[in-house]
């Protein structure tokens, strides 16, 4: 599922009221526990960049709480890019959510949740709102292809952690 509102509440109290917003979800036959464990482990991120992205992780807390820091950098076509992110929101096995301290966008603020469905499955939704560079210019002749590449991005992320989760033997109960 793809929504872009123009005006999304605000996300944790930050959100400018011209982000833009997009929203990915998918089920996955495990519980949120088993979702979010996988998230919080110390391969989840490098595993989630997708193989046509030139980006790496260079820095990592290992963590997900509040203040924890990850540091990705690579390459956008010829153009250097880091990535600096912030997590500020923690509350397991739901929740999780992180800021960009630094990146290519003028605002990102990205939650991502694992909903219990109630039959020991998990709707793993990611909320991304943001606002492209070079303010509206960037909306207006970017908004479009940032939204395709989201989509590319998290349909990738979502199935990988399918894939991984629903494989694996971590699917413990809430």
């Known amino acids: 599922m793809q929504d872009t509102e123009t005006n999304p509440p605000p996300v944790h109290g930050q959100a400018p009221p011209s982000a833009m917003r997009y929203v990915k979800e998918s089920t996955i036959a495990a519980t949120p526990r088993a979702v979010f464990d996988f998230h919080e482990s110390p391969d989840a991120l490098t595993q989630l960049i997708p193989p046509w992205e030139n980006m790496e992780v ?17 390459r956008k076509g010829i153009l250097p890019m880091k990535w600096v992110a912030v997590h500020t929101e923690y ?13 290519p966008f003028s605002y990102w ?15 793993l939704r990611d909320e991304v709102d943001f606002l492209p560079p070079l303010g509206v210019v960037g ?22 952690t399918k894939r991984i989760v629903e494989g694996s033997d971590t699917q413990s109960a809430d």
Do not use: C, N
């Not at 820091?69 to 690579?74: A, Q, T």
């Not at 939650?111 to 998990?122: A, C, F, K, L, S």
């Not at 970017?142 to 990738?156: D, T, V």
């Open 109 to 123: 603020y990205h939650r991502h949740h694992m909903i219990d469905d109630g039959q020991g499955r998990t709707v």
């Open 139 to 160: 909306r207006v002749l970017g908004g479009w292809f940032i939204l395709r590449q989201l989509e590319k991005m998290f349909a990738y992320r979502h199935e990988t």
């Open 91 to 103: 509350d397991p096995p739901h929740l999780f959510a992180d800021k960009a301290e630094s990146s």
């Open 58 to 74: 260079v820095e990592s807390a290992g963590s997900l709480k509040p203040g924890s820091r990850v540091v990705v950098k690579g």
